[in-house]
């Protein structure tokens, strides 16, 4: 038996919760932050324990811990749901990420160097080959653009040598990337828009124009959470 391998009971954990769940946590955020998870669906034990093959023990610590992170709500004798969305809220997380990220950005642009740029070059380049795409295309690789996505504009901030900072705007992006979902469905034009978006951003933080990083940033992400807002 593998120390520090045991289930609730005391027995040894199966070899599909030690592997799962290194990773169940990861996956589940990125199920709710991507809408494969709905806000307020009901987050069942039977059907999740088998999606992400990993026993109760393992899922339970899971969504307590995304229950601590905002993404998840737990109700007596009712269990796990997703937690729901408001335009209240979206209206405060936007502000709050806004701030940091502007802060972040203007801090990578004073301290970052070559490999910092490079970095930001490669990851672009990986967005835009999913943002590039006909719509119908990009829809289907969904998961993929979320995840490529997060990567640019952690690469943007990625020089900042605020570490509190970072992990404070990693906690509001991950809160405001699960809005998202209201625009996945928007309408082709809106993934061009960002595409340039994305571009011009790029350009300004590789030029060290810090104010017109931090502008562009501002109006990227107020953008989207102004079409989410319509929405919601």
Known sequence: ??????????????????????????????DIVSSVFEPETRLKFADMTKRYDVGIGTLREALSQLTSE???????????????VSAAELVE?????????????????????????TNIVAVHHRLSLVEGLPWEKRMERHSEWVERHREFHEAIVAACPGRWLLRLRTMMFDQLDRYRFVTKKAPEGLGRKKFEEHRQIMMATLE?????????????????SDRALAIL
């Open 70 to 84: 905002g993404f998840v709500t737990l109700e007596a004798g009712k269990g796990f749901r997703v937690a729901p």
């Open 208 to 224: 060290r124009d810090a104010d017109k990083a931090a502008r562009l940033i501002e109006e990227h992400i107020r953008d989207t």
């Open 1 to 30: 038996m593998t120390p520090g391998l045991l289930n609730p009971a005391g027995t040894a954990a199966s070899k599909s919760d030690a592997t799962g769940g290194r990773d169940v946590l990861a996956r589940l955020r990125t």
């Open 93 to 117: 997380i936007t502000d709050h990420f806004i701030d940091l990220e502007k802060r972040a950005v203007r801090e990578a642009i004073a301290h970052g160097d070559e490999d910092w740029e």
